[in-house]
């Protein structure tokens, strides 16, 4: 027995958790399907990718889609402590004053405005996050110039006055210290002494227990066991924006047809578990080099974020590739929303995953759009001593090209969404809507994706649960 179980340490789940422990008088369960996050492809920041192969990651993958050529794209999401903040690229993005605004409208609740949530963040980059510029190379340097000769006007920072911006440019920020990646996890859980915290790694949630209407605790497979934890006073689920929705469902929680026609006793009709699927779709032009141009390892350069290009809101990196090329990596939100289902009733079982990507010829009219202004910042002078020609889509259908190379930004978000109507499933204080002493705390609450990189706004979900919770 417990009096807080959060389940999913990833950087939602590791605020709550840290803020909850605080208060010596409870006592606290973190738990983690993955394992340590003392690897060095966790703590060594340039090494992110190597993560995509490896155990620290859920290998969801999307169902075949005709509208991204028909494939399947590699879904990857965090396995191990930490969560996705133990595998990012560790860029700290607040999102736009509109994104917070549009939460506080949604919601009727100005705890989720522009306003209130800045003070948030303020609060914690005062500490527990520690967050730093990124050191542009000299190829940065120039990308950032272009950006601007481009017409985005340049920033310090992609949050401070950017986030009220129509358009610029920055330099990232990053939760790099001293070279070694701070995940929130290390922030709020394991750089700190909080004796009534105890945390469960390689532990699958299972599902949530619910009796007479309320949460009571949660069943989980732990060392080949199954056994069930009890909390006296809430469950949190932190498990992203594709295992919350899993595990909702398979607690009884969900769209009732999608329940039964798994044989899942419905506890309560939530026909939005799932629904809502939002994410930064990743478009990439690719640019040839030119003979002798110095340029950075493969890697981020540090220099990007890029808002309301065109009047369609995207992102932009810029990164060398091992190839000898350069690579404009686009991230942009469609208006068509994908979703996630249950494939069987066994909780090991991926889920049904649909993105959405390109259904709605309005998104592909968007995509179009964007490349055309990523073409102008890639052919702006500063640029000219790196690179020469584009190499992709180039003279190709760009429409098939970016069907056929469309990818996730790893942004997931929605499945769960704050609001009052028919297909929210929490409230503005992050309650499930009909069951007691539940909440959900992750980026599945947001009603849709914010502007950039995701981690910081999950940090500010979980802050904002933990003070629902206490207060």
Same mark, same amino acid.
């Given at each position: 027995?417990?009096?807080?179980? !959060? ?18 008088? !409870? ?13 060095? #492809?966790?703590? *060594? ?5 190597? *993560?995509?192969?490896? /155990?620290?990651?859920?290998?969801? &993958? ?19 402590? $930490? ?7 560790? *860029? ?47 190829? $940065? ?26 358009? $610029? #440019? ?7 210290? /001293?070279?070694?990646?701070? #995940?929130?996890y290390r922030a709020y859980v394991a750089g700190r002494e909080l004796p009534n915290l105890t945390v469960m790694t390689g532990t699958l949630v299972l599902r949530v227990l619910i009796e007479g209407g309320r949460a009571v605790g949660v069943r989980v497979l732990a060392g080949g066991r199954v056994e069930d934890i009890r909390a006296e006073a809430e469950v949190v689920l932190s498990l992203g924006a594709i295992n919350t929705p899993k595990v909702l469902m398979l607690s009884g929680l969900g769209d009732a047809a999608e ?28 640019? %040839?080099?030119?003979?002798?141009? !110095? ?37 942009? #939100?469609?208006?068509? &929303? ?49 690179? &020469? ?35 929210? !499933?929490? /409230? ?24 950039? %990189? ?18």
């Amino acid at each position: 027995m417990y009096d807080y179980v !959060v389940c999913g340490s990833g950087s939602s789940g590791s605020a709550v958790a840290g803020r909850l422990a605080e208060d010596p008088g !409870v006592s606290v369960l973190l738990i983690e399907a993955g394992g340590d996050d003392d690897r060095e #492809s966790v703590r *060594n920041p340039d090494l992110w990718a190597a *993560n995509l192969g490896a /155990d620290t990651v859920w290998h969801f &993958t999307t169902e075949p889609d005709p509208a991204v050529a028909g494939r399947s794209l590699p879904y990857a999401m965090g396995r191990v402590l $930490g969560g996705g903040g133990s595998v990012n690229v560790c *860029n700290w993005v607040r999102g736009h004053r509109n994104d917070w605004d549009s939460f506080a409208r949604a919601t009727g609740d100005p705890a989720w405005g522009y306003e209130a949530i800045t003070e948030v963040f303020r609060r914690v980059e005062a500490g527990p996050m520690r967050v730093t510029p990124a050191s542009l190379t000299p190829f $940065g340097t120039a990308v950032r110039a272009a950006a601007e000769e481009a017409g985005f006007p340049g920033h310090p920072s992609p949050n401070g006055a950017l986030t009220t911006a129509a358009r $610029g #440019s920055a330099t990232s920020q990053k939760t790099v210290v /001293d070279g070694r990646r701070l #995940s929130p996890y290390r922030a709020y859980v394991a750089g700190r002494e909080l004796p009534n915290l105890t945390v469960m790694t390689g532990t699958l949630v299972l599902r949530v227990l619910i009796e007479g209407g309320r949460a009571v605790g949660v069943r989980v497979l732990a060392g080949g066991r199954v056994e069930d934890i009890r909390a006296e006073a809430e469950v949190v689920l932190s498990l992203g924006a594709i295992n919350t929705p899993k595990v909702l469902m398979l607690s009884g929680l969900g769209d009732a047809a999608e329940l039964r026609r798994h044989a899942i006793p419905v506890v309560r009709d939530l026909p939005g578990v799932g629904r809502n699927l939002h994410d930064h779709a990743l478009l990439n032009l690719v640019w %040839n080099t030119r003979p002798g141009a !110095v340029l950075p390892p493969p890697g981020d350069t540090g220099a990007g974020c890029f808002w309301q290009l065109d009047g369609s809101p995207a992102f932009l990196y810029v990164t060398p590739t091992p190839d000898g090329t350069v690579t404009f990596l686009v991230g942009t #939100s469609m208006t068509d &929303t994908g979703r996630v289902r249950l494939a069987s009733v066994d909780p090991a079982a991926d889920p049904l995953i649909r993105t959405g990507y390109f259904t709605d010829p309005a998104d592909v009219a968007a995509a179009l759009r964007v490349l055309d202004t990523v073409r102008t910042v890639a052919s702006a002078p500063a640029l000219r001593p790196y690179l &020469t020609d584009e190499r992709a889509p180039g003279t190709s259908d760009p429409v098939a090209h970016l069907r056929a190379t469309v990818e996730t930004f790893w942004h997931q978000c929605g499945t769960a969404r704050m609001g009052h109507d028919d297909l929210a !499933v929490v /409230d503005s204080r992050l309650r499930v809507h009909g069951v007691d002493g539940l909440r959900v705390a992750d980026a599945s609450v947001l009603p849709h994706v914010t502007m950039a %990189n995701t981690m910081a706004p999950s940090v500010a979900i979980g802050e904002r649960a933990a003070a629902f919770i206490r207060g």
